[in-house]
């Protein structure tokens, strides 16, 4: 089937391997094996596909490391390999994934750093890599990611200047960076996302007021969500 473009085999009770031979089907633009009991390691031939717009792979079994082959993936626009058991480095070569939209990486036991040119591209919208063992600091590229809607970054070890990584951010509607190792101050830029209903930043090093213009826009957002001790 090396015309497939479309493969959809989620939530289907699928178990064992993902084949290597998987990486024949270099005509596919969209595989979706969310929600099954998958195991073993990601392929490092699905790096062949390079029409791939969306890889899913979250909710399985699959342990090892995210193979740096998918740094090739240059289309990608949606990946997500959440809740598994994916462990090690995350790959250098992840920062050439400059067209994405969606990363997800929660939940795993990952280690090391955040790929720091994640950003580049100015589309990112969906970024979560909560629930890791990661280290280093936040991507520079995110303070001036504009498109970002939904940040999780929660429960890693993460360091660096929350006022002087972070930006203004139209789009934002959720914000967790609770439970690392963050200093500096709350900035009064962030009063300026004005879609802002969820802001989580406890648990960190974090001093100074809260700035007047923040309290006034979270109130005017009747936030649902605020934790900042």
């Known amino acids: 089937m090396r015309s497939l473009t479309d493969l959809y085999l989620s939530e289907a009770n699928l178990s064992g391997l993902i084949p290597a031979s998987i990486g024949n089907l270099k005509n596919l633009i969209y595989l979706h094996l969310f929600s099954n009991a998958l195991s073993g390691f990601i392929p490092s031939s699905i790096g062949n596909l390079t029409n791939l717009i969306e890889l899913v792979l979250d909710r399985n079994k699959l342990a090892g490391s995210i193979p740096r082959e998918l740094g090739k993936l240059q289309s990608l626009g949606d990946l997500r390999l959440f ?12 920062n050439n994934l400059t067209s994405l939209k969606h990363f997800e990486l929660s939940d795993n036991y990952l280690i090391g750093h955040l790929p720091q040119q ?71 830029k962030w009063g300026q996302c004005h ?35």
């Open 195 to 229: 879609k802002l209903t969820s802001l989580r930043i406890s648990n960190n090093n974090i001093t100074g007021e809260i700035p007047q213009n923040l309290e006034r826009q979270l109130s005017y957002n009747h936030v649902t969500s605020l934790q900042i001790i």
């Open 118 to 188: 994640v950003c580049l591209g100015g589309v990112l919208e969906h970024f979560k890599a909560e629930n890791n063992y990661l280290t280093g600091p936040i991507p520079k590229t995110l303070k001036n990611c504009t498109s970002l809607y939904r940040v999780r970054l929660e429960r890693n070890q993460l360091t660096g200047n929350v006022s002087e990584d972070l930006g203004i951010y139209p789009n934002l509607n959720y914000l967790d960076l609770s439970d690392n190792k963050l200093t500096g101050e709350i900035s009064s």
């Open 83 to 94: 809740s598994n058991s994916l462990s090690g480095f995350i790959p250098a070569e992840m």
